[in-house]
Nanobody, 115 residues
């Protein structure tokens, strides 16, 4: 019943930008924390950015200054603005929502940065 819907992934060249979005449906409860994770080939899934219900945020060191996470509190949705993308950012990006101490995940969207 709970579903996370993502959009915005794609293929870009180094230095270009993408904006990812994610919205939660199928529940009356508001997420305590939402965030973006990514998984590159041969690597574990890692946290990229997270935002809590009160508005505080945290970022992976590798994306600080380039990525920005924001939240629309009227609807349970988050966005990830990714600027100055680099080949090392290539991965499948997953939206995550924590609702009543249970984690829910989106289907994943591919971000590829290549010449």
């Amino acid at each position: 019943q709970v579903q996370l819907v993502e959009s915005g992934g794609g293929l870009v060249q180094p230095g270009e930008s993408l904006r990812l979005s994610c919205a939660v449906s199928g529940t009356i409860y508001v997420s305590t924390t939402m965030g973006w994770y990514r998984q590159a080939p041969g690597k574990d899934r890692e946290l990229v950015a997270a935002i809590r219900r009160g508005g505080s945020t945290n970022y992976a060191d590798s994306v600080k200054g380039r990525f920005n996470i924001s939240r629309d509190k009227m609807k349970d949705a988050i966005y990830l603005q990714m600027d100055n993308l680099q080949p090392e950012d290539t991965a499948v990006y997953y939206c995550n929502a924590n609702i009543r101490q249970v984690n829910f995940w989106g289907q994943g969207t591919q971000v590829t940065v290549s010449l």
